[in-house]
């Protein structure tokens, strides 16, 4: 079975700084993928960022990057210069690659970015 | 750009009740997905489905049911509403994920459905 483990239930950080919010994982598939999704208080869950376990570099989407170590199975996800918007819940999750693929969410990281 | 449209945004129904939460998305998606959200669990999948007419578990299915009987509609159905399905009902679909060239596909979400039993 996959598990998806956030650590952090809550994190501050200052306007224009980076932040850093935890994800491990298990699994004993050879071939899955790792997502971070966004949801603001207004509900909708947004895609941010993907990683495969084949992945030998670390995928970076605009000011989202993921810190991958597939040997310690950690894949964290970082926001450089962060914003008032970026304030939200984060979370991590896991997808087999299976025909549905049915994706494994942790309990998420409420991020507040302070002014 | 996709689409997924869930019926409602806000549900309020009675113990006892059967209630229809409805999901389409507009993407030719094979996928879909229902799960539920509450505060410290994250989400939880309640059920998915990969085509037409199937439907498999997922790890809290207990208390619902699913119907998919046209590729782009994906409904829950709770047969006797209970106050601990008090929760927010998230609908997803994505591509199927064995084919290669979509392993990086995500889940794309509806805005969710906020059902309250009392």
């Known amino acids: 079975a996959q598990k998806i483990t956030q650590t952090q239930p809550g994190m501050f950080v200052q306007e224009k700084e980076a932040v850093t919010l935890d994800c491990t994982y298990d699994t004993s598939d050879q071939s899955y993928g790792l997502f971070w999704y966004k949801q603001p208080s207004s509900g909708e869950m947004i895609f941010l960022i993907y990683q495969g376990s084949y992945d030998e570099q670390n995928a970076t989407e605009g000011r989202y990057s993921l810190n991958f170590q597939k040997a310690r199975k950690s894949a964290n996800l970082v926001i450089s210069a962060s914003q008032l918007g970026d304030s939200a819940m984060y979370f991590c999750a896991m997808r087999d690659n299976t025909n549905a693929g049915k994706s494994t969410f942790g309990d998420g990281t409420t991020l507040t970015v302070k002014p | 750009d996709v689409k997924v449209t869930q019926s409602s945004r806000y549900l309020v129904k009675r113990t006892g009740e059967k209630v229809f939460l409805e999901c389409v998305q507009d993407?030719?998606?094979?996928?879909m997905f229902w799960y539920r959200q509450d505060p410290g669990l994250g989400l939880r999948l309640i059920y998915f489905?990969?085509?037409?007419?199937?439907?498999e578990k997922g790890d809290i299915p207990e208390g619902y049911s699913v119907s998919r009987e046209k590729k782009e509609r994906f409904s829950l159905i709770l047969e006797s509403a209970s106050t601990n399905q008090t929760s927010m009902y998230l609908c997803?679909?994505?591509?199927?994920?064995?084919?290669?060239?979509?392993?990086?596909?995500?889940?794309?979400f509806g805005n969710g459905t906020r059902l309250t039993v009392t």
């Open positions: 489905s990969y085509d037409v007419k199937m439907k």
């Open positions: 997803a679909s994505s591509f199927l994920t064995s084919d290669t060239r979509r392993l990086n596909s995500p889940l794309h």
């Open positions: 993407m030719d998606h094979e996928n």
